[in-house]
């Protein structure tokens, strides 16, 4: 595991930028390894001891020399990625991809994939099952758009290399490969649930992981991973590499198995404190319940978790049983907590002065507008900026396409402005400038702040937020008025680009015009909504439903779609959960074990705007044939609806919508909850509920900030397809 260098400068003619979030990543990973898929064997390399040579003399050391056939190896990188030119290269562009190491800074060669590939092959000629995972970029493209995390992007090596060699690539081999970008795009990173700067694709490949299936395959959680990444709208492509053979195995390969909710206890403090591995990486809040079986499926003790100790460790208490655990027990997890998702986090910036006082600054940035220099953009999520002017609370200040910052004073002029923007060659640059609220208007949403729910945070700085307060002038000029919107921080070409809307309407606001505030509120309250089923999280699986989505069934001509696939207008579709009869055994012998008799299914679609609707069951028969019972002898397919019925028709509008597909142990009261109007909050539900329809509830309305114990035995499946119209 290797992360890349903090704290050096260049002395290249590179522009370096230290990363926040790659220490996290590898903390994560390796807390994954330990926990979930038992690796006792952990070498990592961290910060500048992840030199070139290092690195290579690890890959050999540790891996190639000591492996026999048969053996497992993971090796994960977070860091820097970038090119280099390579005159002798038969790529198109003449650049190999290359990983950076920690003295590339001082003029050490990049390590470039062609070298790599002769590590990996070395591995897997000795019959040893590979898995290699990057997290950084994979090409030289630039950053463009709002201010935002992060990217793992660093420029070219200035360096050349001469090599012709074309080394047979790994995945020809049979090693799986997931990448967190495609070759042209940079990877991001962002801030987590609890505010940790993490890679936004090992945080999202983490989560996917924390809920898997045991029996789940590499292509089944990377897609699950892609849904999750995409829902932060992070400007990014995952990739999975591998031959069919390697991508319907596990993630590590048909040898490794995750031991989904085994917990060890590591420790037991003499004040009886007991200490497991596993932490917020696998799942383990305060209030979540660990248990011990003995041979009859008698729990013999139970522990309570008290506080989360990081990523991999959590302290809890024995709650019942007569003895302490002993170093090595093994506990299952029977109570899982929920944060409710991961909070929308909201940055607005400071105001600006009074209407007028903002008026009179924004003359002098009006006449951009007007410039045959530049491209004025008027909407960032739908032409994005080359470079983006905003205010900071003390100062205009300019991000340009590699993420510098340029200050540009209090009152700078268009000449001024325009003299930091490259405005040479035969491409106007674009420009957007992020208008601040006036004093009273940003008054007004301040006192809307003080009411939302707990589950919205107000962040500091835009690179923290999910959503940013963008303010811009009006097609009649800044006379007119002040027109704000909520833009996705990482917004991109085209509203279809992610599950999260991109923006929401524009308001308009003047000195007398103040109620955009309240609809600017609202839309708060939608987004949350949205983003709180987006990122939602089930429990680790608990072993007793063995189905899985196995797709969406055209029921005309029997053909499949999956998670990323598009889907026409007028097609009509069913759902198909599928299994195996070895599955099926297993999951009946511990739902037996668990006394966990059935499962009820339920299958819901939200769209851009937050509206969802429920598929299965219909809503005015309540919780009526949509159980599976696990005590039965059950198929290893299963039709939703069954025979030739239609769940679902594609119709306009087109774009990307989220499927939900749940199942849980204890029924929903009201189904009806996965009804609802993303921007209307509605009150308590009536009628017995269940912990866990109580969470449902709270989504469907926004109001989620609570951490509830629920049961670990329900799932969720997340997947995201295009709609798209009718081909002629």
């Keep these: 595991t290797y992360t890349p260098p903090e704290g050096v400068e260049a002395v290249v003619s590179r522009k370096w930028?230290?990363?926040d979030g790659a220490a996290n990543d590898v903390e994560t990973?390796?807390?994954?390894?330990?926990?979930?898929?038992?690796?006792?064997?952990?070498?990592?390399?961290?910060?500048?001891?992840?030199?070139?040579?290092?690195i290579f003399a690890g890959i050999t050391d540790w891996l190639v020399a000591p492996s026999k056939p048969g053996d497992v190896v993971v090796f994960y990188y977070a860091g820097h990625g970038s090119q280099v030119r390579n005159t002798e290269s038969r790529e198109s562009d003449g650049l190999d991809e290359t990983i950076v190491p920690t003295d590339s800074w001082n003029g050490a060669h990049d390590i470039r994939d062609k070298e790599l590939r002769d590590?990996?092959?070395a591995l897997l000629a000795k019959g040893v099952t590979v898995t290699l995972i990057f997290d950084s970029c994979h090409s030289g493209s630039i950053t463009r758009g709002l201010p935002s995390g992060k990217s793992r992007y660093i420029e070219p090596s200035p360096l050349t290399v001469s090599d012709a060699s074309d080394p047979p690539k790994p995945v020809e081999q049979g090693a799986l490969i997931l990448s967190a970008s495609q070759d042209d795009e940079v990877a991001r990173e962002l801030s987590d649930e609890f505010g940790n700067p993490r890679g936004a694709f090992t945080w999202a490949l983490s989560k996917a992981i924390e809920a898997q299936a045991s029996d789940e395959t590499a292509e089944q959680l990377f897609q699950r991973?892609?849904?999750?990444?995409?829902?932060?709208?992070?400007?990014?492509?995952?990739?999975?590499?591998?031959?069919?053979?390697r991508r319907t195995q596990s993630v590590l390969g048909s040898a490794v198995q995750?031991?989904?909710?085994?917990?060890?206890?590591?420790?037991?403090?003499?004040?009886?404190?007991?200490i497991v591995q596993g932490g917020i990486a696998t799942g383990l809040r305060p209030g979540a319940e660990l248990v011990k079986y003995d041979a009859d499926s008698t729990i013999t003790a139970r522990i309570e978790i008290t506080q989360s100790d990081g990523l991999a460790r959590s302290r809890g208490a024995l709650v019942e049983g007569d003895s302490l655990p002993e170093a090595g027990d093994l506990f299952d997890i029977e109570r899982w907590v929920s944060n409710?998702?991961?909070?929308?986090?909201?940055?607005?910036?400071?105001s600006l002065g009074s209407y007028a006082e903002l008026s009179a600054a924004l003359a002098p940035i009006e006449a951009l507008v007007s410039s045959t220099l530049i491209e004025w953009v008027d909407d960032p999520t739908e032409t994005p900026p080359d470079a983006f002017v905003y205010w900071s609370g003390e100062a205009w200040q300019l991000v340009d396409p590699e993420g510098i910052v340029t200050d540009l004073g209090r009152s700078p002029s268009a000449d001024e402005i325009l003299s930091v923007i490259s405005t040479t060659g035969d491409v106007k640059p674009r420009l957007f400038v992020s208008i601040p609220p006036f004093a009273k208007f940003g008054d007004r949403l301040d006192a809307r702040f003080a009411k939302l729910d707990a589950s919205v945070e107000r962040v500091d700085t835009p690179a923290q937020a999910s959503y940013l307060l963008v303010g811009r002038v009006p097609e009649q000029g800044v006379g007119a008025g002040i027109e704000y919107a909520w833009i996705l921080r990482e917004a991109t070409v085209g509203i279809e680009s992610s599950p999260a809307p991109e923006r929401s309407d524009w308001h308009l606001a003047t000195e007398k015009r103040l109620f955009a505030a309240s609809i600017l509120g609202r839309d708060i309250n939608k987004l949350n909504v949205i983003w709180g089923w987006l990122n939602l999280q089930s429990p680790p699986d608990d072993g007793t439903f063995p189905y899985i989505f196995g797709g969406f069934e055209n029921v005309s001509d029997g053909s499949r779609r999956f998670a990323?696939?598009?889907?026409?207008?007028?097609?009509?579709?069913?759902?198909?959960?599928?299994?195996?009869?070895?599955?099926?055994?297993?999951?009946?012998?511990?739902?037996?074990?668990?006394?966990?008799?059935?499962?009820?299914?339920?299958?819901?679609?939200?769209?851009?705007?937050?509206n969802g609707y429920l598929l299965y069951p219909a809503v005015e028969y309540g919780n009526v044939e949509n159980d599976v019972v696990l005590f039965s002898d059950l198929p290893t397919e299963i039709k939703i609806p069954s025979a030739d019925g239609v769940l679902f028709e594609v119709a306009e509008p087109v774009g990307i919508d989220s499927f939900f597909l749940i199942s849980t142990a204890q029924p929903i009261p009201q189904p009806g909850v996965f009804n609802f109007e993303g921007i209307r909050t509605r009150g308590p539900a009536s009628g017995a509920q269940t912990d866990l329809s109580k969470l449902f509830h709270a989504l469907g309305s926004g109001t989620r900030g609570a951490k509830q114990p629920v049961p670990t035995s329900w799932s969720m499946d997340r997947i995201t397809v295009r709609s798209a119209p009718t081909r002629n």
């Design 225 to 245: 991973a892609r849904a999750i990444l995409r829902s932060t709208g992070a400007k990014q492509e995952p990739v999975i590499a591998g031959n069919s053979e």
């Design 17 to 19: 930028r230290n990363l």
């Design 29 to 54: 990973i390796e807390a994954i390894l330990k926990t979930r898929f038992g690796f006792e064997e952990i070498h990592k390399l961290k910060n500048r001891e992840a030199t070139r040579d290092a």
């Design 258 to 274: 995750s031991r989904a909710a085994s917990v060890p206890v590591i420790e037991v403090d003499s004040d009886g404190t007991v």
């Design 119 to 121: 590590a990996f092959n």
């Design 340 to 350: 409710a998702s991961a909070p929308l986090r909201l940055f607005m910036p400071q």
């Design 564 to 610: 990323g696939d598009t889907l026409l207008v007028g097609e009509k579709y069913r759902v198909v959960l599928e299994t195996s009869f070895a599955e099926l055994e297993k999951a009946r012998v511990k739902a037996m074990s668990a006394n966990v008799e059935r499962r009820f299914l339920y299958f819901f679609i939200m769209d851009r705007s937050g």
